[in-house]
C-alpha cells in the first residue's frame, strides 16, 4: 500500500522560504508521478507541481514558476519542494499525491482528480 507522509509546513514572513517534504513508500509500478497540491480555505484544491519517477520530468503551475522547485531522492523516497519568495497568497494546506501514470505530470495531465493516494497535508502559513 502506498504511503505518504508530508513534512515542514510552519508559519513564515512573507519573503520568507520552506522546503516541504514528501516520504513515500509502497509503489509497486516503476514509472508513477509524485504531486504537490494546495488547499486554502473556501478554495479548490490546487496543483502546485509534480515530478516523475523515471526521469524527473517536472511541472509547475504558473502561479509559483520561478519560486518553487520539486526535486526528488531517489535514495531516500523523498520528494521535496523548495518555496522561495513566499507570499500570503501561498497560504493553504499542502498535500503531496501519487498517480499511476508520469503521463499525469504534465501540462494536459496534471489534476488532483488523477492522483490516487494522498498524505495528511501540512500547513503552510505566510503572514504579511
Known amino acids: 500500500e502506498v504511503q505518504l507522509v508530508e513534512s515542514g509546513g510552519g508559519l513564515v514572513q512573507a519573503g520568507g522560504s520552506l522546503r516541504l517534504s514528501c516520504a513515500a513508500s509502497g509503489f509497486a509500478p516503476d514509472d508513477y508521478a509524485i504531486g504537490w497540491f494546495r488547499q486554502a480555505p473556501g478554495k479548490e484544491r490546487e496543483g502546485v507541481s509534480c515530478?516523475?519517477?523515471?526521469?524527473?520530468?517536472?511541472y509547475y503551475a504558473d502561479s509559483v514558476k520561478g519560486r518553487f522547485t520539486i526535486s526528488s531522492d531517489n535514495a531516500k523516497n523523498t520528494v521535496y519542494l523548495q518555496m522561495n519568495s513566499l507570499k500570503p497568497e501561498d497560504t493553504a494546506v499542502y498535500y503531496c499525491?501519487?498517480?499511476?501514470?508520469?503521463?499525469?505530470?504534465?501540462?494536459?495531465?496534471?489534476?488532483?482528480?488523477?492522483?490516487?493516494?494522498w498524505g495528511q497535508g501540512t500547513q503552510v502559513t505566510v503572514s504579511s
Open positions: 515530478i516523475t519517477s523515471s526521469d524527473g520530468r517536472t
Open positions: 499525491a501519487s498517480a499511476s501514470y508520469e503521463f499525469y505530470c504534465s501540462g494536459r495531465g496534471f489534476s488532483s482528480r488523477r492522483y490516487d493516494y
